[in-house]
């Protein structure tokens, strides 16, 4: 089994930052692509960064210049850190990882979601 575990959101004012964290942990083998996505109410669920195991990432348009995805490998944790926050950015973020399991199978998992509200 495999579990990916979100933490870190919360309520900021805008303008403010915050910092996500996403580890797996289980029956992992290896990791590919470890990402965040959100989901507004209302809206469809989007991608807002990504980060392969090479280090290569990409961002949404919307959050370019404003947040930052980071790894630890060794720890299989994906970060965001999220600055200049904007109401706009208030949604669920839901961490999701591409894993090769010890079932020697490449399965996507997402975590349960983490509330971000950017308010004041």
């Known amino acids: 089994q495999v579990q990916v575990v979100e933490s870190g959101g919360g309520l900021v004012q805008p303008g403010g930052s915050l910092r996500l964290s996403c580890a797996a942990s289980?029956?992992?083998?290896?990791?590919?692509?470890m990402g965040w996505y959100r989901q507004a109410p209302g809206k469809e669920r989007e991608l807002v960064a990504r980060?392969?195991?090479?280090?290569?990432?990409n961002y949404a348009d919307s959050v370019k210049g404003r947040f930052t995805i980071s790894r630890d490998n060794a720890k299989n944790t994906v970060y965001l850190q999220m600055n200049s926050l904007k109401p706009d950015d208030t949604a669920v973020y839901y961490c999701?990882?591409?894993?090769?399991?010890?079932?020697?199978?490449?399965?996507?998992?997402w975590g349960q979601g983490t509330q971000v509200t950017v308010s004041s």
């Open positions: 289980g029956s992992i083998v290896s990791i590919n692509t």
């Open positions: 999701n990882a591409d894993i090769f399991t010890r079932a020697l199978r490449w399965n996507d998992y």
């Open positions: 980060t392969t195991s090479g280090g290569s990432t």
